[in-house]
């Protein structure tokens, strides 16, 4: 597709799909051309086109800078090594149940300030907004969006509680930040408070698990790669990023054109649909040397696998952290990973999301 059919109009699918590197980068670094505004319930800075984004983005920056976040690696490693600690005696473990599910999502509870007390149910409204429909038919999906639509209501009203908390007492958390932060002299309402909530849940629970999932993955398939990185643990950080390019947790990113554009030859008219895809770009030979080879060590690593240009990925930092920990901490721990014998991967089923559904080791 990327050679052949570089940027090509999919009538089933009404929507463009745009392959090469330089094309998907186009495309993401021109928000003037290509809008992320979509009708969906709720605004926030991933939906919303500049001014807009830039006001929404710098009210939390300070909380996901590199420094910042980086402060937050002696808990990460705690919570790692709690969850780690049922399965050091050998045996089967649910990668992604028993590790790469947990951690994310704790580590957001805490950052946004929801109480450990309530943590359970929390995972739980975090899973079902990023859940997918049982199958393909008409009725899996009506059911699957009334589902969705009684946790976003559950959500609403569990954050109203913490809110009414944090304004009476304010803490060291995200939620407090918001409450405090400003607008052009304004305060954010607490729709907005809620909705930036859950867009942190929904942008880096699901796709932290896959990243930290999918570099398993890659290490179970090369037991070399495991010996060289438990013998030089400077090096895992530049493995991450290479499952980024190979296997990246989301594998396209959407755009809407918002007027008449050639691109690759082609002619987009304002209004129609634009899939960026990353997946491709990734693998793109024109920008990486042995473009469909893992190379672990890999630099430079221009991947997209973060996204490209003003919406480039805000939880990237803690992402990164949280799977340099987990696979440091695995490395460590485990003397051979490896996956479980007589198992069947399942991919997870979705157009942009690019992981399995069980990864037992
Ligand atoms: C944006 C990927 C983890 C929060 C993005 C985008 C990508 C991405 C591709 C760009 C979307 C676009 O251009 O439309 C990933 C991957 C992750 C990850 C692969 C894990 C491996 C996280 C985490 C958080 C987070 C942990 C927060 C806790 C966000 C937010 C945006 C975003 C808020 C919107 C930024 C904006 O619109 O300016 N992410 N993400 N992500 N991500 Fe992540």
């Given amino acids: 597709l990327r050679e052949n059919t ?5 009538e089933h699918r009404e929507c463009w799909d745009v392959f090469r590197y330089e094309d998907v980068q186009y495309v993401l670094k021109n928000p003037k051309l290509f809008s992320s505004e979509r009708n969906r319930a709720g605004t926030s800075m991933l939906t919303t086109d500049p001014p807009k984004h830039k006001q929404l983005r710098d009210l939390v920056n300070q909380a996901f800078t590199p420094k910042a976040i980086e402060a937050l ?3 990460i490693q705690e919570i790692t090594d709690e969850l780690l600690a049922p399965h050091l005696s050998g045996g089967r473990m649910n990668l992604i149940d028993d590790l790469a599910t947990p951690l994310p999502v704790i580590v957001i509870a805490e950052l946004i300030g929801v109480p450990a007390t309530d943590r359970r149910e929390f995972k739980e409204w975090s899973d079902v907004l990023v859940k997918g429909a049982r199958d393909d038919s008409e009725e899996a999906f009506q059911e699957l969006e009334k589902e969705k639509l009684k946790n976003i209501q559950e959500l609403y009203a569990y954050f109203t509680d913490i809110m009414e908390q944090r304004r009476l007492k304010p803490q060291d958390d995200l939620i407090s930040l918001l409450l405090d932060a400003e607008i052009e002299g304004e305060k954010l309402t607490e729709e907005e408070v809620v909705n930036f909530c859950i867009l942190l849940l929904a942008a880096g629970n699901e796709t932290t698990t896959n990243l930290i999932a999918n570099a398993v993955r890659i290490l179970s398939e090369q037991p070399e790669l495991q010996e060289e990185l438990r013998e030089h643990p400077d090096k895992v950080a530049s493995a991450v990023e290479e499952t980024l390019r190979y296997y990246p947790p989301i594998v396209a990113i959407g755009r809407v054109a918002r007027e008449d554009i050639e ?3 082609k002619a987009i008219k ?3 649909q634009v899939i960026s895809w990353v997946g491709a770009a990734n693998r793109d030979s024109v920008q990486f040397e042995r473009a469909d080879e893992f190379v672990s060590n890999r630099k430079p690593n221009r991947h997209m696998g973060f996204g490209f240009g003003i919406h480039f990925c805000l939880g990237a930092p803690l992402a990164r952290l949280e799977a340099r920990v987990a696979l440091h901490t695995l490395l460590q721990r485990m003397e051979r ?4 014998p007589e198992t069947t991967l399942e991919p997870i089923q979705s157009a942009f999301v690019f992981g399995v559904k069980e990864y037992p080791i």
Wanted: aromatic share 6%; charged share 20%.
């Fill in 73 to 75: 690696a002696p808990r």
């Fill in 263 to 265: 691109l690759g030859g």
């Fill in 337 to 340: 990973i490896h996956l479980a």
């Fill in 6 to 10: 570089p940027v090509r109009y999919d």
């Fill in 270 to 272: 304002a209004g129609e």
